[in-house]
């Protein structure tokens, strides 16, 4: 049964703050993404990885990094978090050529 | 123009109902299509692909209109469990590069006793 899952659910951080969002999967997946997902918007990728030590910006990257070390582990990192990156949080994974992603259950970042 | 529409309902059905959901995209390039459902606070997991010939599992019916540009997805015999979000997900760049999916806000389908 695939795996991904995220290291928080729910988090609360204040403006300027350095937020660390982790995202480990299980199944030996190459390609690992950051969505952000919001009302009326639909899901946004932010960044994918397609390897280790790969990576390749999404459609909003701006003010977001990432870090893959290990090929299981996908790190979304906010440098200076602000009151606009408020929002759901998604980590998907999958094979290179695959249609389907799997989804960890979402970190709800709240940034006062 | 957003480059993948859905009505965001919601749809509010009895048990038993048929009910039909559209999806329109920008990109007439688009190779890839799927329907992924997300439960309230959930993330979103696959619900089935798309594919030109159409797709139907079990009380699920996806059809791909490339000339119209849209996708549909139909349940019939509606039960209180499919009570979700439905996200239209569209892949312009083809089956080989999954990178690039765009995802629809969704439609929000409840399901009544």
């Known amino acids: 049964d695939v795996k991904v899952t995220q290291s928080s659910r729910y988090l609360v951080k204040r403006t300027g703050e350095k937020v660390f969002l982790e995202c480990v999967q299980d199944m030996d997946h190459e390609n690992m993404f950051w969505y952000r997902q919001d009302p009326g918007l639909g899901l946004r990728l932010i960044y994918f990885s397609y390897d280790v030590k790969m990576k390749e910006k999404g459609d909003i990257p701006e003010g977001y990094s990432v870090s893959r070390e290990k090929k299981e582990r996908f790190s979304l990192i906010l440098e200076s978090a602000s009151t606009n990156q408020t929002s759901m949080y998604l980590c998907?994974?999958?094979?290179?050529?695959?249609?389907?992603?799997?989804f960890g259950p979402g970190t709800r970042l709240t940034v006062l | 123009r957003k480059e993948v529409e859905q009505d965001p309902g919601p749809f509010n059905v009895p048990e038993g109902a048929t009910v039909a959901f559209n999806c329109t995209y920008s990109?007439?390039?688009?190779?890839?299509f799927f329907w992924y459902r997300q439960d309230c606070r959930k993330e979103p997991k696959l619900l089935m692909s798309?594919?030109?010939s159409g797709n139907e599992d079990g009380r699920f019916t996806a059809q791909l209109n490339r000339a119209s540009q849209y996708i549909s997805l139909l349940i019939r015999d509606s039960k209180l469990s499919d009570s979700a979000t439905y996200l239209c997900v569209v892949n312009p760049s083809g089956p080989y590069n999954n990178n690039d999916m765009r995802f629809g806000a969704g439609t929000r389908l409840t399901v009544k006793p």
């Open positions: 998907a994974s999958s094979y290179p050529l695959a249609g389907e992603q799997f």
């Open positions: 990109n007439s390039a688009s190779q890839s």
């Open positions: 798309v594919y030109s």
